[in-house]
């Protein structure tokens, strides 16, 4: 691709597919992006919803398309880093496949327990639960998710003896979370900030190793006794293989440019997102790192998915 080719790139509409449905965190960071970044090249950006197989309908989408930069792929730590450790056959090969090109933010999960739960931090939760082996019950949005996983990396991190029960979906686990049939559970900021601040579910540790803006009084879970924990999501841009260096480093560099803009980083943060732009190859090494974690977790925990 010529540098002329470079600079005059968009010179029509370009299409972010989310491999998810509407209204979850990859989309709410997806159509902001979008509608920054139409701004910014002065052409539409379009949001096309391809859900369904864990992210790998979308994502197989975009792995055929051109790779001239007109067709991108938003996805999140499940379908960059941990597919490929939980689905033994998937329809494209994830190490060559895609070619990253900008970390957008982080999203952490909250650690929540229903209100009436005696715990009021990461330290009485451990020691209530260490009170009661076998006893504590976690939930999460479904088997092999990244609520699930973190769910995992607790245990073993705090050498605690839980009860998983997996729910179809982040609604109906925070729902009996919130009835008390279920004593905790991660779930992620943008899903959760609302019901911590109306007091039915109540937040004692954030699973990043940084606080989340969102809620930044609320200790990490790393400071509160189990150090160097990080279980955090994070949604990013892909381009498919082949796609131009020149190209991905100007997109990347656009991305970059829009999530430092003030209200861009504000609209992020009330999504429950921390606003961390990585550059392409900081971005790949940060794929590469999470799929060696989760390929462990995975592994040591027999983790099936549904």
Do not use: C
């Not at 970044?37 to 052409?43: D, E, N, P």
């Not at 006794?225 to 260096?245: E, M, N, Q, Y």
């Not at 900081?282 to 999470?290: C, L, N, Q, T, V």
């Amino acid at each position: 691709m010529s540098h002329a080719q470079t600079t005059s790139f968009p010179d029509r509409p370009v299409t972010i597919v989310v491999p998810f449905p509407p209204g979850g965190g990859t989309d709410a960071g997806a159509r902001l992006i979008a509608q920054k970044l139409s701004t910014r090249w002065g052409q539409s950006v379009i949001i096309d919803n391809k859900a369904g197989a864990s992210g790998m309908v979308g994502s197989e989408y975009v792995s055929r398309a051109k790779p001239d930069g007109y067709t991108l792929l938003i996805g999140n730590i499940g379908t960059f880093s941990i597919n490929p450790s939980l689905y033994k056959k998937m329809p494209y090969d994830p190490d060559k496949a895609f070619v990253p090109v900008s970390m957008i933010a982080e999203l952490p999960y909250f650690l929540l327990v229903t209100p009436s739960l005696k715990a009021n931090n990461v330290k009485e939760f451990i020691a209530f639960a260490k009170a009661n082996p076998g006893a504590v019950t976690y939930a999460s949005s479904g088997s092999g998710s990244g609520p699930h996983l973190a769910g995992e990396m607790f245990e073993k991190a705090t050498g605690l003896d839980m009860m998983h029960v997996p729910y179809k979906g982040g609604g109906p686990a925070a729902a009996d979370v919130m009835a008390g049939h279920v004593n905790m559970y991660f779930s992620t900021v943008l899903e959760s900030i609302g019901s911590v601040k109306s007091g039915k579910l109540k937040a004692l540790g954030a699973s990043s190793l940084v606080r989340s803006p969102a809620m930044p009084e609320l200790p990490t879970i790393a400071e509160s006794g189990v150090p160097g924990f990080d279980a955090a999501s994070w949604i990013g841009i892909a381009a498919p293989a082949g796609t131009p260096s020149a190209l991905v480093d100007k997109i990347a560099a656009d991305i970059k440019a829009v999530i430092s803009e003030q209200d861009t980083r504000q609209t992020l943060i009330q999504q429950g997102a921390t606003p961390m732009p990585l550059a392409p190859t900081a971005f790949k090494a940060r794929i590469e790192s999470d799929r060696i974690r989760y390929a462990k977790v995975i592994k040591e925990g027999n983790v099936q998915v549904d």
